[in-house]
Nanobody, 122 residues
Framework: QLQASGGGLQLEGGSLRLSCKAS????????MAWFRQAPGKEREFVGF????????DYADSVKGRFTISRDNAKNTGYLQMNSLKPEDTAVYYC?????????????????WGQGTKVTVSS
């Protein structure tokens, strides 16, 4: 199970850190990812971090502003979001266990958190 937290209201240019706590068993061998879904839009890829902790990939829209990290000892992943923009407003979901070669699609993931809402005001 995954539990996402840390969302809230932030001003444009501000920062937020989301957390994704895994429970039930160790997720240290899984790729961990973040997706987001804005109202009326499809769920979109934000970024992922491979299980080894060194290989990352980010959507162009967040590259250079968002950073994914993980603490395997705490079984927790993080999404650090800086320089927030109003278009970052969405419900953010964490996911784990990418199956297949394309880890940018929601259908590749076996575990999902419940989502945490992020609102960025201008």
């Amino acid at each position: 199970q995954l539990q996402a937290s840390g969302g809230g209201l932030q001003l444009e240019g501000g920062s937020l850190r989301l957390s994704c706590k895994a429970s039930g068993h160790s997720f240290r061998s899984y790729t961990m990812a973040w997706f987001r879904q804005a109202p009326g839009k499809e769920r979109e890829f934000v970024g992922f971090l491979k299980w080894g902790g060194q290989s990352t990939d980010y959507a162009d829209s967040v590259k250079g502003r968002f950073t994914i990290s993980r603490d395997n000892a705490k079984n927790t992943g993080y999404l650090q979001m800086n320089s927030l923009k109003p278009e970052d407003t969405a419900v953010y979901y964490c996911a784990a266990q990418c199956v297949g070669t394309n880890c940018r699609i929601p259908g590749a993931y076996g575990y999902w958190g419940q989502g945490t809402k992020v609102t960025v005001s201008s």
